[in-house]
């Protein structure tokens, strides 16, 4: 029987976007499956470990203009928001701290820096 692990997930946030990283590595062929209610599935394989994670976002997104990509080290994914404004309160629907979700302060801009950005993120 495998096991199933949760990868650790990264984020960061602008009024009309999200940006989430799924760290794995060498993601081949992932099963992802992202739904206007705001749900992001992700499922993948790796040298025979198995990777899932379910995230039930804060508010409902656009999966239309939303993309992702693979990197060698993680999945990355450009959610748009279905309403552009104020920030959300947290990343997902559920209150409570996960374990496997942490703020990525790489892409993180506070509100109020993001009206001098000149959007080219």
Do not use: C
Request: proline share 4%; glycine share 4%.
């Amino acid at each position: 029987m495998t096991t199933t692990l949760t990868p650790q997930v990264r984020w960061a946030q602008r009024k009309d976007r999200l940006y989430v990283k799924i760290d794995v590595n060498d993601a081949k062929a992932p099963k992802i499956n992202l739904d206007p209610s705001g749900k992001l599935s992700f499922e993948t394989t790796i040298e025979g470990k198995h990777y899932q994670v379910d995230l039930e976002f804060f508010k409902e997104i656009n999966v239309e203009d939303s993309k992702w990509n693979i990197q060698p080290r993680y999945v990355n994914f450009l959610i748009k928001k279905k309403e552009t404004g104020p920030y959300w309160d947290r990343l997902l629907k559920e209150e409570g701290k996960k374990s496997f979700l942490k703020v990525d302060w790489n892409d993180w801009k506070d509100e109020d820096e993001e009206d001098e950005d000149d959007g080219a993120n």
